[in-house]
């Protein structure tokens, strides 16, 4: 006899698409993380295993956090959340590289000190990007 999954709710991904929801767990940031198949597909054998439904709730919290993805606290493994965060196109080293961009005018006006004050960045990559944008160097404590 095969083993039935007990189908807990359905929840709609980021598209809108239902899904069969299996697994709900807890996550302290005010949403579950939900787990389950897309509505109406065959399981099991050859029809796939249980995934991440992308909901927006969770798709808002990855997206919050593109620029310290390190932080990410979700009831999955790391690999469950690169496949999100790919899902989404958040890209650490793009989205970084464009966050420094959009501050070099900051960066190049301010000491490297006020500047890493403000927006909560080390001394040394302040002062590598500021050596990528040719800026003029300036000591720590300026």
Not at 26 to 31: A, C, K, L, S, V
Not at 43 to 58: C, D, E, F, S
Not at 128 to 138: I, L, M, N, P
Request: proline residues 4%; hydrophobic residues 35%.
């Amino acid at each position: 006899m095969a083993r039935r999954a007990t189908i807990i709710g359905q929840a709609e991904d980021i598209s809108g698409e239902a899904w069969d929801v299996r697994e709900s767990r807890p996550t302290p940031h005010g949403f579950a993380v939900l787990l389950g198949w897309p509505h109406s597909t065959q399981r099991g054998q050859g029809g796939g295993g249980v995934r991440v439904i992308l909901t927006p709730n969770l798709a808002d919290y990855l997206a919050a956090h593109c620029h310290h993805p390190v932080g990410i606290d979700l009831p999955l493994s790391r690999n469950a959340v690169k496949r999100l965060r790919k899902m989404l196109d958040l890209d650490w080293t793009l989205d970084n590289e464009q966050w420094w961009h959009d501050h070099k005018a900051d960066l190049l006006a301010s000491t490297l000190a006020d500047f890493c004050e403000r927006h909560g960045k080390s001394l040394g990559a302040a002062s590598q990007w500021r050596a990528v944008f040719g800026g003029k160097r300036y000591s720590h404590s300026k």
